[in-house]
């Protein structure tokens, strides 16, 4: 993968920055900071690493970046800033004390790598209190609005899969049925592009009803045809528990012993594949590049294969839809 970067503005209004991660970690936000660092420093602009996402900006922890903090990092899963969920952040008043501190510290400008939640934070943030923020989207759900591809869905979708043929050597060895349940709170883009690449006969995402009756329909049709083992590879939706649920149901309805594997957050961990890595390079320079120039409201996102800003107007609280019948395709492929 090679992304084409426009020409944005080069100029550099901005004397500091600070960066942060915050929500779920994703591998490849280690890449993003470190493209933070760097560029910011090579434009002589002083960087500012804050731990914790907000919480670690409420507690006014500021750290001086150098070219050699973020060294050796890009190949590392987690964030070497760590993350946080810091519910204390919904609050107003909480925020204008965040942007107080950030203009204590003479940082005028700063670069949020996160999901959604984290972009509603920082746009508040500067809505209120008239301070620059970007963000950029990392994730491993890929559920960011008005971009193509978040940082860690890539590396996610690859655990994913390769836990899933392992589970088929044994699913096979035994004729037996497999549920795995998978991450994505509100959307099934890491169940559909695993179930699709890991051969799974059905994929259940919160964007589409299913019945009990049709997953039954397609083990027994397979088994009809010679299959002695199935995959179902089942997005977890609001609640873990999901896979449970649905073999439970098969049971009442005769199937022997459908087993159930969450893969839970092995999924968010491990090293950043090499689209993440470049994924979070890219993205996290030219937030930077954008930034220190002026721009800001918005975060740095892909849109076919191009770096594009998208203003936080177009990207908080929407929904980005799954690709129409990939559901559909992927039983088909799997029949
Ligand atoms: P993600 O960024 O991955 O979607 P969360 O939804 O957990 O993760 O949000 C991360 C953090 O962003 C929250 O812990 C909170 O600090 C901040 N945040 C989320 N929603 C809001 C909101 N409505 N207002 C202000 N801050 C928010
Ligand atoms: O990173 C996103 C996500 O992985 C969701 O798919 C999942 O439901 C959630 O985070 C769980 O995260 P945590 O255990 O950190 O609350």
Redesign the pocket.
């Known amino acids: 993968m090679m992304l084409e970067l426009p020409k944005f503005p080069t100029s550099v209004k901005l004397k500091s920055i600070a960066v942060l991660t915050?929500?779920?970690d994703a591998p490849g936000m280690n890449a993003a900071v470190r493209a933070v660092v760097r560029y910011g420093l090579a434009k002589g602009v002083s960087v500012y690493g804050i731990p914790k996402?907000?919480s670690g900006l409420l507690e006014g922890q500021f750290n001086p970046m150098t070219l050699s903090s973020v060294a050796n990092i890009i190949q590392k899963g987690g964030t070497i800033l760590k993350t946080?969920?810091?519910?204390a952040?919904?609050k107003k008043s909480v925020?204008k004390e965040a942007a107080n501190l950030l203009r204590r510290h003479g940082i005028d400008g700063l670069v949020v790598i996160?999901?959604?939640?984290?972009?509603?934070?920082a746009s508040?943030l500067e809505a209120e209190n008239r301070f620059p923020t970007m963000g950029v989207p990392g994730?491993i759900d890929n559920d960011i609005a008005e971009t193509d591809d978040t940082i860690g869905f890539d590396t996610a979708v690859n655990t994913a899969i390769d836990a899933i043929d392992r589970i088929r050597d044994t699913a096979s060895s035994h004729d037996r049925t497999f549920l795995v349940e998978v991450m994505g709170r509100n959307s099934g883009w890491i169940a559909l592009s695993t179930g699709i690449g890991g051969g799974a006969e059905t994929i259940i995402v919160p964007e589409e009803p299913y019945t009990i009756r049709k997953i039954d329909e397609t083990i027994r049709r397979g088994l009809e045809r010679g299959k002695s083992s199935s995959i179902i590879v089942v997005a977890e939706g609001k609640t873990s528990g999901r896979g449970r649920e649905i073999a439970e149901a098969l049971i009442k309805l005769g199937h022997l012993e459908p087993k159930v594997c969450t893969l839970g957050h092995i999924q968010r961990g491990g090293a950043p594949s090499a689209h993440d890595r470049m994924l979070g390079s890219f993205l996290g320079a030219t937030a930077t590049q954008l930034l220190i120039a002026g721009k800001s409201k918005g975060m740095v996102g892909v849109k076919n294969n191009r770096v594009v800003y998208v203003p936080y107007s177009r990207v908080i609280g929407k929904k980005k839809a799954l690709p129409a019948n990939a559901t559909h395709l992927a039983s088909i492929l799997a029949s």
């Open positions: 915050s929500g779920g996402g907000y946080d969920r810091c519910p952040f919904m925020r996160g999901g959604d939640g984290s972009f509603t934070g508040l994730t």
